[in-house]
């Protein structure tokens, strides 16, 4: 598989993730796809949806990768700070969580064998947990 990094394009796709704090977020209502499995709450992704634009962001096409990938953060960013700070994180923290865990994935493409969602929600935990291991931040 040829890596999506070859282009500067690609990087700068990164850093604006690594570095946007804004709440662009959809707010569209909650969606189930058609086998009934539920997305991520509040964002209209199903489940099946950000498998889709996982594998078309791994597949590496120029425009649709970026843009692919731009709906799965746009998407899915703002659940995952709410599941981070239901993991008893504060606002500022679990944004950056948020962040370093798209980042992460976005870095190291792994295959979504149990699905995108599943695997996000474990990168940013273990992301919190290395945060509570260099702080000393209590455990919920």
């Given at each position: 598989?040829?890596?999506?990094f070859?282009?500067?394009?690609?990087?700068?796709?990164?850093a604006?993730?690594?570095?946007?704090?804004?709440?662009?977020?959809?707010?569209?209502?909650?969606?189930?796809?058609?086998k009934?499995?539920?997305?991520?709450?509040?964002?209209?992704?199903?489940?099946?949806?950000?498998?889709?634009?996982?594998?078309?962001?791994?597949?590496?096409?120029?425009?649709?990768?970026?843009?692919?990938?731009?709906?799965?953060?746009?998407?899915?960013?703002?659940?995952?700070?709410?599941?981070?700070?239901?993991?008893?994180?504060?606002?500022?923290?679990?944004?950056?969580?948020?962040?370093?865990?798209f980042?992460?994935?976005?870095?190291?493409?792994?295959?979504?064998?149990?699905?995108?969602?599943?695997?996000?929600?474990?990168?940013?935990?273990?992301?919190?947990?290395?945060?509570?291991r260099?702080?000393?931040?209590?455990?919920?």
């Amino acid at each position: 598989m040829a890596s999506n990094f070859q282009s500067a394009a690609y990087f700068a796709t990164i850093a604006s993730l690594a570095l946007r704090r804004t709440d662009q977020a959809s707010r569209m209502p909650d969606r189930h796809d058609s086998k009934g499995t539920p997305g991520a709450p509040g964002t209209g992704l199903s489940s099946d949806d950000a498998n889709r634009l996982w594998e078309e962001f791994r597949a590496g096409g120029n425009p649709s990768g970026r843009d692919a990938l731009d709906r799965l953060y746009r998407g899915l960013r703002r659940p995952l700070v709410a599941f981070c700070r239901l993991k008893g994180c504060d606002a500022e923290l679990a944004d950056e969580i948020a962040e370093d865990a798209f980042v992460r994935l976005i870095v190291r493409q792994p295959v979504a064998h149990r699905g995108f969602i599943p695997l996000l929600h474990k990168t940013a935990q273990n992301l919190l947990h290395d945060a509570r291991r260099r702080s000393t931040m209590p455990a919920p």
